[in-house]
């Protein structure tokens, strides 16, 4: 569940609520599961809409909706012909609108709906209005890429976060996406579960006979995983198209060699656009301009998502900068590509430290640690 400071109803009465017939209202239809009576006890929290940009030639209703669907399903339920419900018509209402979600499925749907109807400029001007990196505004609008069905569930709890479902947005097949929905309902895993159910499935379709873990045996796995965590060095990330450390390591000692210099080496090794500006990010990064570097790295993870160093580097910018749930967020994604680097790992691990996570801090030192035992004399790519 997102974590906000104040509750809904008190940051939306302090907005001007406006009357809007519900005919002029765009909106996602609940799922079959939907029963209004179940949601009863559920404070009516008013409706957050968008005024659409003005589109002669598109039918397009003049308003669509953005958040709190539950209390305007049930207005609906009700029969009623209007709701007070908030506008987003300018900039001036943003922040506060967006403080009162608390649904991630509703968050990507906010965010999208700001950058369609241009009350932002781009994803880089969102994340600095709302506090957010770069890459946690594309990890949070890549949740739209999930099947109707499966968003219009979403909608109906606000208990499942977007780290959760990161795992089922990485896959390309709905029927598998669909299982995986289905595998996080019923067991209520966590993000880390999510990703280890997501990985024991991969390797059990590549090898003929084998079946799907078991939620209990899967659970129990995390639980080992996290008081003594398991080597697991050599070991494939799911997916294709991950680039692991291995590749960006001769690419660091162009930095690490030719200093001021090396945008001429890197050309004269016909480096292509993608590494120089993974090259570019972290120059930038060794210089001190950690904003910078931050940047030019989530613009290239927008475009290459698999890009496992680029998200290892955007973890230890925010780090430097203070920004410990960003940090985290970003190394997380790190090691779901590559989960068996040290590098990332302690990186990891430093910043639980920060957060008084001692724990977890621990686990994940003990890991690198382990796998670096494992793999002596490979050296240390990332400094």
């Not at 968050?107 to 950058?115: G, N, Q």
């Not at 060794?286 to 698999?306: Q, S």
């Not at 977890?360 to 640690?369: N, T, W």
Request: charged share 35%; glycine share 4%; net charge negative.
């Amino acid at each position: 569940m997102m974590d906000k400071k104040r509750d809904s109803g008190d940051i939306l009465e302090h907005m001007l609520l406006e009357e809007v017939k519900t005919d002029d209202i765009d909106y996602i239809e609940p799922p079959e599961e939907w029963n209004p009576e179940s949601h009863q006890k559920e404070p009516f929290v008013p409706p957050v809409l968008i005024r659409e940009k003005e589109a002669p030639e598109a039918e397009v209703k003049e308003f669509t909706l953005l958040a709190h669907h539950r209390s305007f399903w049930r207005i609906q339920a009700r029969g009623q012909y209007t709701v007070r419900a908030i506008v987003i018509r300018s900039g001036v209402h943003i922040s506060l609108a967006h403080e009162s979600v608390r649904n991630c499925m509703e968050e990507a749907m906010l965010f999208d709906a700001l950058l369609r109807n241009e009350l932002c400029e781009n994803r880089s001007r969102l994340s600095e209005m709302l506090g957010y990196s770069r890459a946690r505004i594309t990890q949070i609008l890549n949740l739209l890429k999930l099947p109707e069905e499966m968003r219009r569930k979403l909608l109906l709890t606000d208990e499942i976060s977007e780290f959760q479902l990161r795992p089922i947005v990485r896959v390309s097949s709905v029927k598998d996406q669909k299982e995986m929905f289905e595998h996080l309902v019923r067991g209520k895993l966590t993000g880390r579960q999510m990703a280890l159910f997501a990985d024991g499935k991969e390797n059990g379709e590549k090898e003929e006979g084998s079946v799907l873990p078991d939620l209990e045996d899967l659970m129990s796995e995390e639980e080992d995983r996290m008081q003594e965590p398991v080597e697991r060095a050599g070991r494939e990330p799911p997916g294709r198209g991950v680039v692991r450390h291995s590749h960006v390591r001769p690419l660091l000692r162009i930095i690490t060699l030719w200093r001021g210099n090396w945008r001429e080496e890197a050309a004269r090794n016909r480096l292509d656009s993608v590494d120089m500006a993974f090259l570019d990010g972290v120059a930038k990064l060794r210089n001190g301009l950690y904003r910078e570097a931050t940047r030019i790295l989530e613009d290239l993870v927008e475009d290459h998502p698999d890009y496992a160093p680029a998200w290892f580097f955007i973890g230890k910018c925010e780090n430097l900068t203070g920004d410990l749930e960003a940090a985290e967020s970003a190394l997380r994604t790190a090691l779901e590509l590559v989960p068996d680097e040290p590098d990332y790992l302690v990186e990891l691990a430093i910043v639980l430290e920060k957060m008084k996570r001692d724990t977890e801090a621990a686990a994940f030192y003990r890991k690198a640690s382990s796998l670096r035992r494992s793999s002596f004399g490979e050296g240390d790519f990332a400094r």
